[in-house]
C-alpha cells in the first residue's frame, strides 16, 4: 500500500511555498508512488475537511509562483475560533485525518504552526513539518523558507531609501518584520549600508541613537538610514516587559496571572505604533527632517529568490523520504544544504533569536553600524 499524505499551509504566507508544495508532490508521486490531498487554508482545512487531490500536473509550473495554492490561515486546532469562543477542535481533525485515510501529515509554517503540529502529533496523527517564516526564527535549522526573499525585498527597500534620504539630508527609519528576532533588519541593514539598526535582541536607548546620528552629520555625513525591526524596543520597555513575562511566569495566584498576560497584549498593541515614536524621537533630539517607512506586508509577496526555491525543494524532496521511511514527529531542517529530522519536541515554543555574538553583529558593529546600545 502506497502512503496517502496531507499537506497544508499554515500561518503567514511567504515566498517559497508553492515551490515546497511541487517538491514534495513530484518527488512523492515520481519516487515513491505516494498520494497527495492538500488541505485548503491551513489548519482550518483539516477542520473542516476542506481539501483537493494534489497530483504531479497540478503543481507544475507553481515553482515560481507567489503565495501558496493551498491558501493559509493562523487558525489553532486546539482553540478554533467558534461563534466568537475558541474551540477545541484535535478531535475533528484527527476524525478527518483517519476519515481520509492519511499516512501522515506535512504542516509547512513557523513558530505557530509548529505548536499546532506539536499538539496533533501527541494526539496520535503523524506529523512532518517544513519550516517556512520570513523571520528565520525556527531553531537548529539554517534556513526557514522565506527569509532570504524577504532580506532581497527589505535590502532593495533600504537601496531606494537610500537615495531620497541622501537627496534631502533627512534621516529615514524603515521599518522591517521580526517581532521577536531580528534576522531581517540585521541582515537587510547589513546589506543595505544601514548607519543605525534596532532588533529586539538589542534594546536600544533613544538619546544614543540621536547622538550617533549628530556625530554622523557632523563629520559630513548629512543624512542617516535606521532601519528597525517590528519587535525592537527601548531599554525601558524591556523591562516593562521583562517584569510583565516574569510575572506571568511565576505569581502563583490566577488573577495576578491572567492581569499580567492582559498587560502583555496591550503592551504588544501599544507598541504598535513605535516605529512612528522613534522616528518623532529622533527628529526632536537630532532637529533633523524625518520620514517613516513600513515595509510590511510588501515583504511576503512576490516571487520566491533562486535560493529560497531551493531550499523548498531541498526541504520539501526531504520531506517525502522522511515519509517513506515513516520519520514522524519531526521538523525537516537544513545544515550545511544536507536535510536532517529534528524533534519537534526540542524546538516547539523556542526562538532562534540572534545570538549577541553573531558574525553578522560583529561585522555590523565593525564597519561603524550602530545598533542602539
Ligand atoms: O510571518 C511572520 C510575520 O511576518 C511577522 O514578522 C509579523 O509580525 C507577522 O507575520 C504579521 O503577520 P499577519 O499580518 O499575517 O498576521
Redesign the pocket.
Known amino acids: 500500500m502506497k502512503e496517502k499524505v496531507g499537506i497544508l499551509t499554515s500561518?503567514?504566507d511567504?515566498p517559497g511555498l508553492n515551490a515546497a508544495i511541487r517538491a514534495i508532490v513530484k518527488s512523492g508521486y515520481e519516487k515513491y508512488g505516494m498520494k497527495f490531498i492538500g488541505f485548503k487554508n491551513g489548519f482550518r482545512g483539516l477542520i473542516q475537511n476542506n481539501f483537493v487531490e494534489l497530483f504531479p500536473e497540478m503543481v507544475s509550473g507553481i515553482l515560481t509562483h507567489r503565495g501558496t495554492i493551498l491558501g493559509t490561515s493562523?487558525d489553532k486546532p486546539h482553540r478554533f475560533p467558534e461563534n466568537g469562543v475558541n474551540v477545541d477542535k484535535t478531535e475533528e481533525a484527527i476524525k478527518n485525518y483517519k476519515r481520509n485515510k492519511l499516512d501522515t501529515l506535512i504542516c509547512i509554517g513557523?513558530g505557530g504552526t509548529l505548536k499546532n503540529a506539536y499538539y496533533l502529533s501527541k494526539a496520535g496523527i503523524n506529523i512532518i513539518t517544513l519550516p517556512k517564516?520570513?523571520?528565520n526564527d525556527i531553531p537548529k535549522t539554517d534556513s526557514c523558507i522565506g527569509f532570504d526573499t524577504a532580506l532581497g525585498i527589505a535590502t532593495d527597500a533600504i537601496d531606494r531609501l537610500h537615495s531620497t534620504a541622501m537627496s534631502h539630508d533627512r534621516i529615514i527609519v524603515i521599518e522591517v518584520?521580526?517581532?521577536r528576532a531580528g534576522w531581517i533588519a540585521l541582515g537587510a541593514g547589513l546589506a543595505g549600508g544601514a548607519d543605525i539598526i534596532l532588533i529586539p535582541e538589542i534594546p536600544y536607548d533613544i538619546k544614543k541613537c540621536a547622538k550617533a546620528i549628530i556625530k554622523r552629520k557632523k563629520s559630513g555625513k548629512l543624512f542617516s538610514i535606521v532601519v528597525v525591526a517590528?519587535g525592537a524596543m527601548s531599554k525601558s520597555q524591556h523591562k516593562i516587559l521583562s517584569e510583565l513575562a516574569c510575572k506571568k511566569e511565576k505569581f502563583v495566584s490566577k488573577s495576578e496571572k491572567i492581569k499580567a498576560k492582559q498587560k502583555l497584549v496591550e503592551f504588544h498593541k501599544e507598541h504598535l505604533s513605535h516605529t512612528l515614536v522613534i522616528t518623532r524621537q529622533l527628529e526632536e533630539l537630532t532637529k533633523m527632517e524625518s520620514r517613516l517607512t513600513i515595509l510590511g506586508?510588501l515583504q511576503?509577496g512576490g516571487t520566491p529568490s533562486a535560493y529560497d526555491r531551493i531550499i523548498a525543494t531541498r526541504i520539501g524532496t526531504a520531506a517525502t523520504q522522511f515519509v517513506s521511511a515513516g520519520k514522524y514527529g519531526v521538523l525537516v531542517g537544513l545544515k550545511e544544504d544536507k536535510a536532517f529530522p529534528i524533534p519537534i519536541e526540542e524546538i516547539v515554543g523556542k526562538i532562534n533569536f540572534v545570538p549577541q555574538n553573531h558574525p553578522w553583529i560583529i561585522s555590523a558593529k565593525e564597519t561603524g553600524i550602530f545598533l542602539g546600545d
Open positions: 500561518g503567514g511567504c493562523r513557523g517564516t520570513i523571520d518584520m521580526g517581532h517590528e506586508h511576503r
